[in-house]
């Protein structure tokens, strides 16, 4: 089975590379891009039946830092 | 006085803490990030700057797990001194030892210079060789020093004085100038800036010694 994370800074944390996106699509004539975030998506591979619970604290442990970082998880 | 210096793949700051640490008069053994026990009576924990494992994921984070950090937050948790410089400071974050958090720096660049570095208290082992208000000049190399806390977490740095040094003219986009931060009992100390690069008139100044010197004097006492 397979699980997807997402991560993403936290709202109210401010994001330079989403910033510094931002302005790059501004430059392109892209208007109207009033923000831009960037996060990271990390795939696993999971042996069948591990729960989502278990993703959740692989999250907890190390794949999101949740004093700046929030984590969404998709199973299957 | 007993000092390690934890080596991780990717740490390049590990021999010149050594030196710094041998300098004020500690004997310096170099642990290896696989070890999972530190090695007997250490006084002191150095973990020094670099790019363990490669900042892969979050700078800091996959050491923070590795099996010796476990033993650095047991050290911690009975009381024994840390310091966390650069990525040191990012692995110390990351295991929660210390608060906060290090994020890119504001203006995206590599920043790798001397900068003035205000000492905003002399009440600790660490920073008991200088004066409250004093301005040092020490190099940072960084990407990642841009300290983030909320102001909840930094109105309690303040109260409790344990914000131990910050930036002259901040580079890098850290919250209140914050360069290096204490723990409750001001025994464990994260810093962005490099003391150990400044320990040898040939490193283009000495700022730094103070810091080993008085770490020396404060362990002996103790």
Redesign the interface.
Known sequence: MKARVHVMLKNG??D??GE?VRHALGSLGFDGVQGVRQGKVIELDLAEGTTEATVRDMCE???A?T??ESYSIELG | MKAAVIVFPGSNCDRDLAVAFERAGMDVTMVWHKDTALPEGMDIIGIPGGFSFGDYLRCGAIAANSPICRSVVGHAERGGYVLGICNGFQVLTETGLLPGALMRNANLKFICKSVGLKVETSDSAFTAGYNAGQVLSIPVAHHDGNYNADAELVARLTGEDRIAFTYMDNPNGSVADIAGVLSENRRVLGMMPHPERAVDERHGGTDGSAMFRALMDQLATA
């Open positions: 944390v401010l330079p590379q510094a442990k190390l794949l830092n004093v700046i």
